[in-house]
């Protein structure tokens, strides 16, 4: 186990910056998922992490050892990679046993170990398969084994479930996390599902355009996001956006908006002093809304309250979305359970203020 350290890294790739000066520790033991859309730099900075890529500037430290420069080999990692990568010319037992025969371990050690990867995955019905003879997830579990069977310092894993169906991914994304939990390896886990990252992940790294743009435990990086990108990135449906404008009333500060005003306690309107008579983006995620008389699941401290018309139901079973139209503008509120609502009824939408979030407009960043 180690705690890695990533220090003003840099990768450009001719003129391009594929990772621009991203700082980040990550603790000893932690499992930390770098999450972000495709080409922001992801795959990269574990490249870089793994010693397949060398940084262009900037440092990588594994405990106090700097291992910037240093090969593969001599970094103690070990990669599971989307593609399953397991030799099919080999079986379950000689691929598991592959990086100890390499390292030169005695025979009767690489049988322990390999049984003891073997029954951490639950693959020891399969040690004499070969590969062709096993289902996407197995060849999966047999990676895992292989990459573990060595106790890494630390394990990098690209994408490892994507080529899985559904199904499977869920069940191994807990399998996964069961298992790092286990062997408390520190954990670098690249994805661009955010449901993956958020019941993965102690915490998640937001990764944009080669910057990082947030990082934390699941829970704040969903509650407290620090940007637009982010806030929209995790949450499905995804967060409510509308521009505003902050008005000073006699009654405090407002946010006035196309077809609805929504009167801020003191509290938060102090967060928007510096902004009144200018456009703000009001974000909301459709959980932190409901449709009175329909559902009062949503226990609310402080509220506020719009009108909207019904545009569009989609009906999930679990959930229903409803689509209403505010202005013109279409706003999606998540309901709990089946409800059955008409198109085009008027309705009244209960907003939760003490989860509303406010981003500049230029910026883009968090206001409140
Ligand atoms: P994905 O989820 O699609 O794998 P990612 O976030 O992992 O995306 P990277 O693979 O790190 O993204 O790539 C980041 C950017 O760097 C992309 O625009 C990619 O085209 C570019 N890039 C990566 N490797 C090279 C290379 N060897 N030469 C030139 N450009 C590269």
Redesign the pocket.
Known sequence: MVEVRLEKIT?K??D?T??NELTLTIKDGEFLVLL????????????MISGL?TPTSGKIWFGDRDVTYLPPKDRNISMVFQSYAVWPHMTVYDNIAFPLKIKKYPKEEIDKRVKWAAELLQIEELLDRYPAQLSGGQRQRVAVARAIVVEPDVLLM??PLSNLDAKLRVMMRAEIKKLQEKLKVTTIY?T?DQVEAMTMGDRIAV?NK?QLLQVGPPVEVYSKPNSIFVATFIGAPEMNLMDVTVKETDKGIALEGEGFEILLPEDLGEFLKDYVNKTVVFGIRPEHMTVEGISEVLHVKRKAKIKGTVDFVEALGTDTIIHAKVGGKIIKIKIPGHVPIELGRPVDIIIDLDNIHVFDKSTEKAII
């Open positions: 990768k790739f001719g391009f594929a990772v972000g859309p495709s080409g922001c730099g992801k795959t990269t900075t574990l490249r890529e690209d994408e690249v661009h990764m080669g």
